[in-house]
């Protein structure tokens, strides 16, 4: 990865390989999470996407996208530590498989620079239009994540976990915060994120990124950026687990527990804490999944997952209300094992062969690299993927019972039954 | 074995074709700069596969509704007491399996230690080992599977919208079965679908990745026998009216929104091989230029605030089914639904608009391009279409020969406002 200053806290990152049949092209402007502009940010790169100043509107983006023989481009946010990502993401053919169209490259890039640095505005204000259904959109998409009862219950774990802290904020916001905004509002922190945000901006694939570079030295016109990365402060241990129930018309229940690990991205035991959740309960392979699931037989899904940025895990799963306490019971007395030391050869040589050959594979995916690399600017500890297997390849088993022992409870969230 | 070794300049690409002497048909995409490597064995047979016979002397016989998905739970079962994925997590490989209406998959993904875990693989496919007690434990996990999905509204609208489509055909009933007909499940049952369906002339062996092709060859003579009888499965051919079974239909369940799914039931059915890849090639244009983001479709139902970003459309095109759908979030699906019906009457009476059509056209190049970036979705393209007698290698020979006036003449006949059904998920 070619790292090239553009502007202070402007960077491009370039990786030029040509095993894709693609090249995609990124652009993250970081914020820190906070609650009185997360919703600003959130609904920022979806008015953007409405239009530009070349291509109007919706029918202009999508025929322009159709004629670029099927591109890509979507709007996302992300939350690692206390950043909050605004993403804009783009996929397009690569020239070597488009013959017969000298135009093609010009025409992506002509695309890609308007969409980002030249949006649609009236004056000193967005498309109003724009912005009022723009509102409604993401109102539907925060009001929807309801639909999705794992998800849900995971999003009101991590809330009540960290109730009160900046990590609480939801990425996308909240529907009482949206209301406050509108198209004069919004453009006015749109001018204000671009004189003040690090950005960051990935290029991946066979292609010249030159005419990008041009269109970034031109746009993005700021003094010093003091503003930096958000590096999350980590989650402190209680002395009390917090329990929480909602009641739902659910046929099934959703149990998700929040647990502390005092462990931070940069910690020298980080790698430790990775394997530790490997073998804990993060594939196949692990022990939330051969007991919980295939010895209990209790539930279809039981995993945890780590957020290393901010020093939590979590736990969810699946199962019927009166397996509530079993199933508990179940994911604690797996802990306990670990912490133990209960823990056989065989399931640390599967759980680090399951990490490297994820990490092995994210070179197979362009968007997976850029993710790797991104998490890796943002914590200021960038390594290559080789140097971070080799640091799980270190990883000893009384590693893994140190930094299990870290590892406690903190909230216990239940979806469960109106009736129940 | 012998391999046929075919490049495909279109896409920059090389596949190695063969059939294995126990009938087993093998592929191999040879992707020499990815680190992955992916490998996926599938049967044609899934649950649609309900009532079948192995003698054209016999009666037909009913097995119970979600016994193919429970079948491909049970084949991870080892006489060891271990399961399979137990193997493949010490050679660092990531394995999985999944049923469709049509197929049941198993596959790994891994960076090392591939010859081994191919071993692997194809050991656990043939040598099934089903016992009362492991049959009665899985029944306790896939309960706790279809209760997950009872909960899914977007899986529980598009399963209404195909029982409002269809009279009689078994793609109606959920995969999984439900948690009465899983408890008919017993091991003889298993190995019987087992015996007949794992056929090795009824599968295909997929692989992906910088592979030592003539170890693969090895492998497979090691592992894959023949079988002392042929192939003789005989599936009972459904009986579906060309009709609907119902226009409408409705659930309520914990949602913030009504959810819909709305389409066509397409009764031209029966194609194979390039007529069926052209059809297939043609729908999606339609319903590029129906329903996608730049169509007056789309912009009107946006603007109007009738549906927002999570609208959608899909398509799935079979030899003996085949439908369109619409889907996604709707304040107002009756509304929506009778806007979607509109512009096909206008379309009909005016036609598709031709700029449109080369613009899809260009889209759907290349989209099958991009195709190829991923070994997990190209592989398992691959093994669906050969089930269809459909090659992908094939794409640019067909995709050349789709003209508009082809075009046309499909939409007419797909999109008949008598064989649309609606679906909607209400909040409680």
Not at chain 1, 72 to 79: A, E, G, H, P, S
Not at chain 1, 87 to 113: K, L, M, R, T
Not at chain 2, 292 to 315: A, M, R
């Amino acid at each position: 990865m070619e790292k090239t200053k553009i502007s202070s806290g402007v960077n491009l990152y370039t990786l030029n390989i040509n095993k894709f049949k693609t090249f995609t092209v990124s652009m993250y402007i970081h914020r820190k999470l906070n609650e009185s502009e997360a919703s600003l940010n959130a609904l920022l790169p979806f008015v953007m996407k409405r239009g530009s100043k070349k291509y109007p509107d919706t029918v202009a983006v999508s025929e322009t996208l159709e004629s670029l023989y099927g591109g890509f481009f979507d709007c996302f946010i992300r939350k690692k530590g206390e950043n909050q990502i605004i993403a804009f993401n783009f996929e397009f053919v690569a020239p070597q498989y488009i013959p017969n169209d000298s135009d093609y490259v010009n025409g992506v890039f002509g695309f890609i620079n308007d969409m980002l640095f030249n949006p649609l505005t009236n004056g000193n204000s967005f498309n109003e239009e724009y912005v009022e259904r723009e509102k409604q959109n993401l109102k539907d998409y925060i009001e929807g994540i309801i639909n999705d009862k794992k998800e849900y219950a995971n999003k009101r774990c991590i809330e009540e976990l960290c109730e009160g802290e900046a990590y609480a904020v939801y990425e996308y916001g909240s529907v009482e915060n949206l209301d406050k905004i509108n198209a004069k509002n919004l453009y006015e922190h749109y001018v204000e994120i671009m004189k003040t945000s690090v950005i960051d901006v990935f290029v991946i694939g066979d292609i010249d990124s030159s005419p990008l570079k041009n269109a970034l030295a031109d746009s993005i016109k700021r003094d010093d950026v003091k503003e930096g990365y958000h590096i999350a402060k980590i989650k402190a241990p209680c002395d009390k687990v917090k329990v929480v129930t909602d009641k739902m018309e659910v046929n099934q229940g959703k149990l998700a527990m929040g647990f502390t690990t005092e462990t931070a991205f940069d910690d020298e035991d980080s790698y430790a804490l990775t394997m530790f959740n490997s073998v804990y309960g993060s594939g196949a392979h692990s022990k939330l999944f051969n007991n919980v699931r295939e010895k209990l037989s209790l539930c279809y899904y039981a995993y945890s997952r780590l957020d290393k940025h901010k020093g939590i895990m979590l736990v969810n799963s699946g199962v019927e209300f009166e397996n509530f306490e079993k199933a508990y019971n179940e994911i604690l007395a797996q802990l306990e094992c670990v912490k133990k030391g209960e823990i056989s050869d065989m399931e640390i040589t599967a759980a680090k062969k399951y990490l490297v050959n994820m990490l092995r594979s994210l070179n197979d995916s362009a968007f997976s690299i850029e993710d790797f690399y991104l998490s890796g600017v943002i914590t200021g500890n960038i390594t290559t993927i080789e140097e971070y297997i080799e640091n799980i390849e270190k990883v000893t088993k009384e590693q893994i019972v140190e930094v299990a022992k870290k590892v406690k409870l903190n909230t216990v969230y239940y979806l469960t039954g109106k009736g129940e | 074995m012998i391999f046929n070794k075919v490049t495909n300049e279109t896409v920059n690409e090389t596949l190695y074709k063969g059939v294995h002497k126990s009938g087993l048909n093998v592929m191999i995409l040879k992707k020499e700069n990815y680190e992955k490597y992916y490998a996926v064995i599938s049967t044609r047979y899934g649950s649609v596969n309900s009532e079948f016979k192995t003698d054209k002397n016999e009666e037909f016989t009913k097995v119970p509704d979600g016994i193919a998905h429970f079948l491909e739970h049970k084949m991870f079962e080892q006489p060891d007491g271990t399961n399979a994925f137990d193997k493949f997590s010490l050679y660092g490989a990531n394995a999985n399996a999944f049923t469709s209406f049509n197929n049941t998959a198993y596959l790994f993904s891994t960076t090392s230690m591939f010859n081994e875990s191919l071993t692997h693989l194809l050991d656990y496919v043939f040598s099934p080992y089903f016992t009362e007690e492991n049959v009665s434990k899985e029944q306790g996990i896939i309960g706790q599977e279809i209760r997950m999905y009872d909960d899914d509204p977007e899986w529980r609208v598009f399963f209404n919208m195909l029982n409002a489509m269809y009279v009689n055909h078994p793609l109606k009933y959920d995969i999984a079965g439900t948690v009465e007909s899983i408890s008919e499940i017993d091991k003889d049952l298993l190995y019987h679908c087992y015996n007949h369906f794992y056929h090795p002339e009824n599968m295909i062996l997929f692989i992906a990745g910088d592979v030592d092709v003539d170890k693969v060859s090895e492998i497979l003579d090691e592992k894959v026998e023949k079988r002392e009888t042929k192939f003789s499965i005989i599936n009972k051919p459904v009986d579906e009216p060309e009709r609907i079974n119902q226009p409408y239909i409705s659930q309520k369940l914990s949602v913030s929104t009504p959810i819909f799914s709305c389409g066509f039931k397409d009764i031209d059915v029966g194609y194979t091989g390039t007529e069926l890849a052209k059809k297939n090639i043609m729908i999606s244009i339609i319903m590029g230029i129906l329903s996608s983001e730049s169509s007056g479709l789309y912009n009107e139902l946006y603007n109007k605030g009738l549906v927002n970003d999570s609208f959608y459309n899909d398509t799935a095109c079979y030899s003996d089914y085949s439908f369109v759908q619409f889907g996604g979030e709707s304040k107002d699906p009756q509304k929506t639904a009778e806007i979607i019906l509109s512009y096909v009457e206008k379309y009909k009476k005016e036609g598709l608009s031709k700029t449109a059509f080369e613009r899809y056209k260009k889209l759907v190049y290349g989209k099958y391009i991009k195709s190829f970036n991923s070994l997990e979705s190209v592989s398992n393209a691959f093994c669906g279409n050969y089930f269809l007698n459909i090659d992908l290698f094939d794409f640019l020979t067909v995709y050349e020969s789709v003209t508009y006036e082809d075009t046309m003449e499909c939409f007419g006949k797909i999109f008949n406002k008598d064989l649309f059904v609606l679906s909607v998920v209400e909040p409680q």
